[in-house]
């Protein structure tokens, strides 16, 4: 199976970002892995064709999650090409398909009132925005860790936290993991997508203490790309790092102010902004 990182750069108010789908191709199928922001189909189609691919021969569309800059371009990818088949997880599907109102969305709902007032208008503006995201219909609900026949050779890992249904693919022929939302690098390091927003730290960290175990030698993040270089001993980092904040959790939960729960102390940061 061959993969293919895509990098899709974009301006998000004056500043350049970088986001990493992933293209799979295996004989006559060619799967997109999350598709980015609405309106992202044509750098989507530049940056396939920079690996002398083109979406045209798309055959899927796999939503590791419904988080907006995961799924925001899935209804003018489904538009463009009809035939390519919509994968998610049994728990995600309600939510990219529209049967359920998004949980980022209860979410930021739930946390507007806790805001800075300096915040509040913006945080109207990505609500909005996450109202905005058109659903479509899931063709394929994944259960279990087989992927159906087409695309054998993928192991699906469900890496819930981030979001409950979120998963996270392994290639264990070319020991590749495609990491989507679960880990993110950060100046060099992993880390946890969104700590303070993720829906369960707890979870969070078991999956990655799941991904600890998968052999892995391309280690592919949907924010910071690739990873070749000592895995194993970042992934090690990640899981100490946050290890104090479980053992003190009970008391981390009365202080309104603590980095890994605080809905205001991390509303600034940049993938706050982007939409997590």
């Known amino acids: 199976m061959d993969v293919f990182v895509l990098e899709v750069k974009y301006s998000?108010?004056?500043?350049?970002?970088?986001?990493?789908p992933v293209l799979l191709r295996q004989e006559e199928e060619l799967l997109l892995v999350d598709g980015g922001y609405a309106g992202f189909l044509p750098l989507l189609q530049e940056a396939a064709a920079r690996h002398g691919l083109s979406l045209a021969n798309l055959t899927?569309?796999?939503i590791t999650h419904h988080d907006i800059d995961h799924i925001g371009a899935l209804h003018e990818l489904k538009a463009a090409f009809p035939a390519a088949k919509v994968y998610a997880s049994a728990l995600e599907a309600p939510y990219v398909s529209g049967q359920r109102?998004?949980?980022?969305?209860?979410?930021?709902?739930?946390?507007?009132?806790?805001?800075?007032?300096?915040?509040?208008?913006?945080a109207v503006r990505f609500q909005e925005m996450l109202k905005a995201v058109r659903p479509v219909a899931?063709?394929?609900?994944?259960?279990?860790?087989?992927?159906?026949?087409?695309?054998s050779g993928i192991e699906l890992i469900p890496t819930p936290g981030h979001m409950p249904g979120h998963?996270?693919?392994?290639?264990?022929?070319?020991?590749?993991?495609?990491?989507?939302?679960?880990?993110v690098v950060e100046q060099g390091e992993l880390e946890l997508a969104n700590p303070a927003f993720t829906l369960d730290l707890e979870q969070a960290l078991a999956s990655v203490r799941k991904l600890q175990q998968l052999e892995v030698d391309r280690l592919i993040c949907y924010h910071g790309g690739l990873v070749e270089k000592a895995i194993p001993e970042k992934?090690?980092?990640?899981?100490e790092k946050y290890a104090p904040a479980q053992q003190t959790k009970a008391s981390a939960d009365?202080?309104?102010?603590?980095?890994?729960?605080?809905?205001?102390c991390y509303a600034h940061?940049?993938?706050?902004?982007?939409?997590?």
């Open 12 to 20: 998000y108010q004056g500043a350049d970002e970088v986001l990493y």
């Open 60 to 62: 899927g569309i796999l």
């Open 101 to 122: 109102d998004s949980l980022r969305l209860q979410q930021a709902e739930a946390l507007h009132a806790s805001l800075p007032e300096e915040q509040k208008a913006w």
């Open 138 to 151: 899931v063709d394929v609900i994944l259960t279990g860790n087989e992927m159906p026949a087409p695309l």
């Open 167 to 183: 998963v996270s693919l392994y290639l264990p022929q070319s020991k590749t993991l495609i990491a989507a939302d679960a880990v």
């Open 235 to 239: 992934l090690k980092r990640l899981v």
């Open 254 to 264: 009365d202080q309104e102010t603590d980095t890994y729960s605080s809905p205001a």
């Open 269 to 276: 940061r940049k993938e706050f902004r982007e939409g997590f």
